[in-house]
Nanobody, 126 residues
Framework: VQLQACGGGLVRPGDSLRLSCAASGRSFSTSGMAWFRQAPGKEREFVAAIKWSGGNSDRTYYANFVQGRFTISRDNAKNTLYLQMNSLRPEDTAVHYC?????????????????WGQGTQVTVSS
């Protein structure tokens, strides 16, 4: 499995961004997928995750700091994971990484994911 993240950039507080993560390989639709981020001088932290819950349904999970501002989703036809980020704040500035667990699990810990994308920089500044 290879993951390619993109969509980061420099935006102002209150703006929106949509991150994308293109995945290669099989079983994308049943894989557990997540976004993590790492700010300078800080540890990597969980942002959001999506887990297949059967049929055409997914279950989503978010870090407390998201507070309804972000939405994780995926397009199985395109093998792409998304993170729609609204109402961005300066403290959201970080390199954002997508991650995948082909076994379909959910974890808010990075060690729960086997594959990682290269990261995309999000900078929120006025």
């Amino acid at each position: 499995v290879q993951l390619q993240a993109c969509g980061g950039g420099l935006v102002r507080p209150g703006d929106s961004l949509r991150l994308s993560c293109a995945a290669s390989g099989r079983s994308f639709s049943t894989s557990g997928m997540a976004w993590f981020r790492q700010a300078p001088g800080k540890e990597r932290e969980f942002v959001a995750a999506i887990k297949w819950s059967g049929g055409n349904s997914d279950r989503t999970y978010y870090a407390n700091f998201v507070q309804g501002r972000f939405t994780i989703s995926r397009d199985n036809a395109k093998n792409t994971l998304y993170l729609q980020m609204n109402s961005l704040r300066p403290e959201d500035t970080a390199v954002h990484y997508c991650a995948a667990d082909p076994s379909g699990g959910y974890s808010y810990i990075g060690e729960g994911y086997t594959y990682w994308g290269q990261g995309t920089q999000v900078t929120v500044s006025s």
